[in-house]
RNA sequence: GGAGAGGUGUCUGAGUGGUCGAAAGAGCACGCCUGGAAAGUGUGUAUACUUCAAAAGGGUAUCGAGGGUUCGAAUCCCUCCCUCUCCGCCA
């Protein structure tokens, strides 16, 4: 969510940024600076008449006390009105609050400089491409044959236990899902994150911290008799350990990781791009989380694109960074690099991480504030990225390492899996 | 799930209708003291909105959340959430 200040003070940029972002609605602005005048003046309406009415019943404590009965009851017949007043202004003013909420949440967030104007994922930005693409034999398989005929993934069989999208990995399928965690958790730790083991479910406050809520409740699962949604990303408890809080400077940056396994409904999609691992309703993934200070955050999202990047040179596989455009962007972030890795036997990149800066959008709901220099309270930045999602890291691994005789195991993951080869 | 107790500032903890944004202590920050430190000592120490060109200062709200009673609520009433103790259940 934008801030209401930085719009009035900003407002010819707000609308140039807002345009990169090919956001429909311009007039929304003007709508809410004006309802914001609105408030202001609807605030300082109530803040007197409050005021009025307390001096008021001090007046009668006073009266009281001095035993002047007759009086205070005077006093207390006039005090009335002031009632009447605070509570058809306050009535009004929540209702202006309510309104200008409802038109801020509508804001997606501001776009970095850096971001490409454009509407479709063609008009990404290709920022770097590395590793060769590996050149598979004829008969070489894609990885939901590859799991069949190794016996490593069962996906009908996850279709009769919970339904489609709810992969059973088994024997050196599941030592390989382990052995991504573990490898990934000790990579983000030795880069400083450290660890953090979360809760899968979130409240509502939670959900709506990092902005699933409300634009995006129909991607959650929900456990309707309590209330609460099953995590589609670890951001969502990560990010949320730190709502209503102010930090002191020296704290910041601040660095989690954590593994969890991620739900989402991704209802209506369904087809030959979804299939295998490509679209899963629940999958693992390691997520790193930075708050920063807000003049720190784009060298950290730097950094945290390098270390992805890193953990795909070290696993081998060949990858590209996109950095997207306005268009395909998400709404809460200000500057998002996707990574994809190159998958040999489907001929298509699959997003494995991305790494966004959201500047102070998810802080300003959140309330994620930290002492600057001045001892004032600050918005801090938050930035997360996947360090990574596992399942099209295993797509990609089974398919590009695959041999006459078995699938490869990276190097860096043998202590992990103990084991070199599938067969 | 049943019975009871309770939720106050960074923490401990006082406060049962008015002078309470809230005693006291601890912690923290700055100063004094000291060769330096500890001890001691002095001062300061919530957040948000708003007023003002700005600072100073002022106003309003907030004592788990929301609602109510009252001229006036941390204090009384209702609903919800959470914590603790005992019982039940249980990996």
């Known amino acids: 969510m934008l801030q209401v200040n930085y719009i009035r003070d900003n407002r010819e940029q707000v609308l140039d940024r807002l345009a990169v972002k090919n956001f429909k609605q311009p007039l929304l602005v003007d709508e809410i600076i004006q309802l914001d005048d609105k408030r202001r003046q609807t605030q300082t309406n109530l803040d007197n008449s409050s005021a009025e009415a307390n001096a008021a019943a001090k007046q009668v404590g006073e009266l009281m006390r001095a035993g ?29 609050e ?30 770097l491409e590395n590793g060769a ?5 004829q008969n070489a398989l894609p990885h ?20 489609a999208g709810f992969p059973v990995y088994k024997n050196k399928g599941a030592k390989l899902q382990r ?25 509502e406050a939670s959900a709506f911290g990092t902005g699933q809520l409300p634009d995006k ?17 670890a951001e969502v408890p990560i990010t949320n350990m730190y709502r209503d809080v102010i930090l002191k400077a020296d704290e910041l940056p601040v660095k989690n990781c954590g593994y969890t396994p991620c739900f989402r409904r991704e209802a209506g999609s369904y087809g030959a791009h979804v299939r295998g691992l490509n679209r899963l309703h629940q999958f693992d993934k390691v997520e790193i989380v930075q708050v920063t200070h807000p003049d720190q955050s784009y060298q950290v999202h730097e950094q945290m694109c390098l270390h992805v990047q890193g953990l795909l040179e070290k696993l081998g596989l060949p990858y590209r960074v996109l950095r997207l455009c306005g268009g395909d962007m998400s709404f809460a972030s ?6 994809e890795t190159w998958s040999a036997a489907q001929q298509r990149w699959l997003e494995v991480s991305s790494v966004s800066n959201f500047e102070t ?18 918005l801090a930045h938050t930035l997360n990225g996947s360090a990574l999602a596992l399942p099209r890291i295993v797509a990609t691994l089974l398919e590009n390492n695959q041999t006459e005789t078995g699938i490869k195991i990276p190097e860096v993951l043998v202590p992990y899996t103990k084991f070199e080869w599938i067969t």
């Open 361 to 378: 959008f998810q802080s300003n709901r959140l309330k994620l504030r930290f002492r600057n220099a001045e001892g004032k309270t600050q």
């Open 68 to 96: 002047n009965k007759a009086e205070a009851e005077v006093l207390k017949s006039k005090t009335g009105t002031w009632k009447e007043d605070i509570k058809r202004i306050g009535e009004q003013l929540a209702a202006i």
């Open 98 to 127: 309510d309104e200008l909420y409802q038109k801020l949440v509508l804001l997606p967030n501001l776009p970095h400089s850096s971001v490409p104007k454009g509407t479709t994922p063609e008009e990404n930005e290709v920022v």
């Open 144 to 163: 939901w044959e590859l799991a069949a005929k190794y016996n490593l993934i069962d996906f009908e069989l996850g279709v009769k236990i919970t339904g």
């Open 334 to 339: 200000a500057l998002t690099h996707d990574m």
């Open 217 to 233: 409740e129909g991607q959650m699962y929900f456990v309707g008799n309590d209330n609460l949604y099953l995590i589609p990303t």
């Open 179 to 203: 052995a991504l965690i573990s490898f990934f958790l000790d990579e983000a730790e030795k880069a400083g994150y450290s660890e953090v083991m979360l809760p899968l479910m979130v409240n």
């Open 133 to 137: 693409k590996p050149e598979l034999p």
